[in-house]
């Protein structure tokens, strides 16, 4: 999907974009040309609030600091998935391509797939997460009668050569189907897209266009004679002859742009192997490793700008510390309490903010 947005989002760091944020937001609550605000004075009015907003905002901005850094270097090999996941891809694409040989179904690979074949590799890169394959919907109808049929064939098939379980799961609305190795994680998958023909060509009476008019693809329309006829077998990937297209390039450059023979991989393809969890797929131990380090990275830096930083040591640390010593009540408004007790707004003075 990220194909569709433009490159400067793409290869952004979200989190490093997001960090000024919650940094403004402690700016605003701790410098003293602000407390006039309707939100900040009446924050003001209960230290107690106000001190564990702050803390709330600095520990934040750590984590988006962390989680930045740890992009870049998850982006700087490439966003690899797990290695168990990698190999169910790898199996799931390999299986795909010889049901179709089998049944007698003929297909052509399209989106990464192409790339990967023009590029001359013979593997699905660390960081993908998925193998397509294409296929026109009346053909596809014609060699199994319903989606269930489909189902039961590929499942025999799945269990007899590789020994395990697929799950088949078909999106009309966006004519595709996807095949699963494991219903309950939606992790390694391979795609089935249906191609519908669309006009006639009144010279060889063949259709005009295949379409498939999903949102996540940016070539919707493609002329019927780049892709028929299929140049099967005359393609090779994961040790395994594969049909292409007729003009495979125009495939590639109409869904990538002239820059397709370079590799390329986004920082936001990089989040969306974080969020959809192939990066730990199978792999809780590693999980739970990445998850304690960013959570004892970002307090560290959360207790070091508390202690470091001038005025939040003001705030943070010396009024608290002053206010454990003290009887008085942080809960109520500092108008109903005397001046000596208002102790978490000297902080706030000009001697104070650097």
Request: aromatic fraction near 12%.
């Given at each position: 999907?990220?194909?569709?947005?433009?490159?400067?989002?793409?290869?952004?760091?979200?989190?490093?974009?997001?960090?000024?944020?919650?940094?403004?937001?402690?700016?605003?609550?701790?410098?003293?040309k602000?407390?006039?605000?309707?939100?900040?004075?009446?924050?003001?009015?209960?230290?107690?609030?106000?001190?564990?907003?702050?803390?709330?905002l600095?520990?934040?901005?750590?984590?988006?600091?962390?989680?930045?850094?740890?992009?870049?270097?998850?982006?700087?090999?490439?966003?690899?998935?797990?290695?168990?996941?990698?190999?169910?891809?790898?199996s799931?694409?390999?299986w795909?391509?010889?049901?179709?040989?089998?049944?007698?179904?003929?297909?052509?690979?399209?989106?990464?797939?192409?790339?990967?074949?023009?590029?001359?590799?013979?593997?699905?890169?660390?960081?993908d997460?998925?193998?397509?394959?294409?296929?026109?919907?009346?053909?596809?109808?014609?060699?199994?009668?319903?989606?269930?049929?489909?189902?039961?064939?590929?499942?025999?098939?799945?269990?007899?050569?590789?020994?395990?379980?697929?799950?088949?799961?078909?999106?009309?609305?966006?004519?595709?189907?996807?095949?699963?190795?494991?219903?309950?994680?939606?992790?390694?998958?391979?795609?089935?897209?249906?191609?519908?023909?669309?006009?006639?060509?009144?010279?060889?009476?063949?259709?005009?266009?295949?379409?498939?008019?999903?949102?996540?693809?940016?070539?919707?329309?493609?002329?019927?004679?780049?892709?028929?006829?299929?140049r099967?077998?005359?393609?090779?990937?994961?040790?395994?002859?594969?049909?292409?297209?007729?003009?495979?390039?125009?495939?590639?450059?109409?869904?990538?742009?002239?820059?397709?023979?370079t590799?390329?991989?986004?920082?936001?393809?990089?989040?969306?192997n974080?969020?959809?969890?192939?990066?730990?797929?199978?792999?809780?131990?590693?999980?739970?490793?990445?998850?304690?380090?960013?959570?004892?990275?970002?307090?560290?830096?959360?207790?070091?700008?508390?202690?470091?930083?001038p005025?939040?040591?003001?705030?943070?640390?010396?009024?608290?510390?002053?206010?454990?010593?003290?009887?008085?009540?942080?809960?109520?408004?500092?108008?109903?309490?005397?001046?000596?007790?208002?102790?978490?707004?000297?902080?706030?003075?000009?001697?104070?903010?650097?």
């Amino acid at each position: 999907m990220t194909v569709l947005l433009p490159s400067s989002i793409a290869a952004s760091n979200l989190p490093l974009l997001l960090t000024p944020l919650p940094l403004a937001a402690i700016v605003v609550l701790v410098h003293p040309k602000w407390r006039h605000l309707p939100l900040i004075s009446l924050l003001s009015r209960y230290p107690t609030r106000r001190r564990s907003t702050v803390w709330l905002l600095l520990w934040v901005t750590a984590l988006l600091v962390v989680l930045g850094v740890a992009l870049e270097v998850y982006h700087a090999h490439d966003c690899p998935n797990s290695p168990v996941f990698q190999f169910e891809i790898d199996s799931l694409a390999r299986w795909l391509y010889d049901f179709c040989w089998r049944h007698d179904v003929p297909y052509w690979v399209v989106f990464g797939n192409i790339l990967f074949v023009l590029r001359g590799e013979n593997r699905i890169p660390v960081g993908d997460t998925d193998s397509d394959i294409a296929i026109e919907k009346s053909v596809f109808f014609e060699r199994f009668p319903s989606i269930h049929n489909f189902t039961a064939l590929a499942r025999e098939d799945a269990f007899m050569e590789l020994q395990i379980d697929v799950h088949v799961s078909y999106l009309p609305d966006r004519s595709m189907i996807q095949v699963f190795t494991d219903e309950a994680l939606r992790g390694s998958h391979a795609d089935i897209w249906l191609y519908t023909p669309e006009g006639i060509n009144v010279t060889t009476g063949a259709p005009q266009f295949l379409v498939n008019a999903d949102r996540t693809i940016r070539a919707k329309k493609i002329p019927y004679h780049e892709i028929m006829p299929l140049r099967e077998h005359e393609g090779f990937f994961l040790n395994t002859p594969i049909a292409l297209p007729q003009n495979p390039h125009y495939l590639a450059r109409a869904e990538y742009g002239g820059s397709y023979m370079t590799p390329l991989t986004t920082r936001l393809e990089c989040m969306e192997n974080v969020w959809n969890g192939y990066c730990f797929y199978k792999t809780p131990v590693t999980k739970r490793r990445f998850i304690l380090l960013v959570n004892v990275l970002s307090l560290t830096m959360t207790l070091l700008a508390a202690y470091i930083v001038p005025p939040l040591h003001q705030l943070l640390i010396h009024s608290t510390k002053k206010r454990k010593g003290s009887s008085y009540h942080d809960d109520k408004p500092s108008s109903e309490r005397s001046d000596n007790a208002d102790e978490a707004d000297e902080f706030l003075s000009d001697k104070h903010v650097v």
